[in-house]
């Protein structure tokens, strides 16, 4: 139990364009999820702080009009990254939390070129 | 602001070595601490975790302890195997169930 998939587990955007993240939680309900992003030899860094029919909250140096987050149901959050520049290009993971636990996705590659 | 370090950055033993791995933070306010292990690529498979009350768990070769007061955990690896070469972080958990994470320790096991 508690699982968590993300979608895509790659992806190769043109910089300009829109990318969108989802993460589920397939067999338990998350009222709460995390973004985090990981660059290159650095550990994860937490973007911002998602719940379920609430306005996410953002960790500070965030961009919230650039990274778009939406947590319509217990079980789906989605990213997207409006606008992707290569900067932008980052390991991004998602965690969704239950019972005071919270179990992380694999991730999601993304590269702007 | 919580900061967790993690000594050292990389690590290559031979395998059948016994190994340590360090964190410290800086807030002993935590809820609990979690290791991790990444491998390339990958997202993050949890090793361990221990609450704040606990001061250690155990699970197989890994043995993980807490000092909270001292702000430092290490996590043991009994006789090391290439299988166990990976990144390893450590992160805490806050009372706002916030996770701060350390920087990894690269380890590799050679054959």
């Known amino acids: 139990g508690a699982v968590v998939s993300q979608h895509p587990s790659r992806v190769i955007c043109k910089s300009g364009t829109s990318v969108k993240i989802e993460c589920r939680s397939l067999d338990f309900q998350a009222t709460t999820m995390f973004w985090y992003r990981q660059f290159p030899k650095q550990s994860l860094m937490l973007m911002a702080t998602s719940n379920e029919g609430s306005k996410a909250t953002y960790e500070q140096g965030v961009e919230k009009d650039k990274f778009l987050i939406n947590h319509a149901s217990l079980t789906l959050s989605t990213l997207t990254v409006t606008s992707a520049h290569p900067e932008d290009s980052s390991f991004y993971i998602c965690s969704a939390a239950r019972v005071g636990e919270q179990y992380f996705g694999p991730g999601t590659r993304l590269t702007v070129t | 602001k919580q900061e967790v370090t993690q000594i050292p950055a990389a690590l290559s033993v031979p395998e059948g070595e016994n190994l340590v791995l360090n964190c410290s933070f800086t807030?002993?306010?935590?809820?609990?601490l979690q290791w991790f292990r990444q491998d390339p690529g990958k997202g993050l498979t949890s090793l361990l975790l221990?609450?704040?009350?606990?001061r250690e768990q155990t699970s197989g070769r890994l043995n993980a302890s807490l000092d909270k007061s001292s702000g430092r955990s290490t996590l043991y690896i009994a006789a090391s195997q290439p299988g166990d070469s990976a990144t390893y972080l450590c992160a805490v958990k806050d009372n706002f169930n916030k996770f701060y994470f350390g920087s990894g320790t690269k380890l590799n096991v050679k054959p």
């Open positions: 807030d002993s306010a935590i809820y609990n």
């Open positions: 221990i609450q704040s009350s606990q």
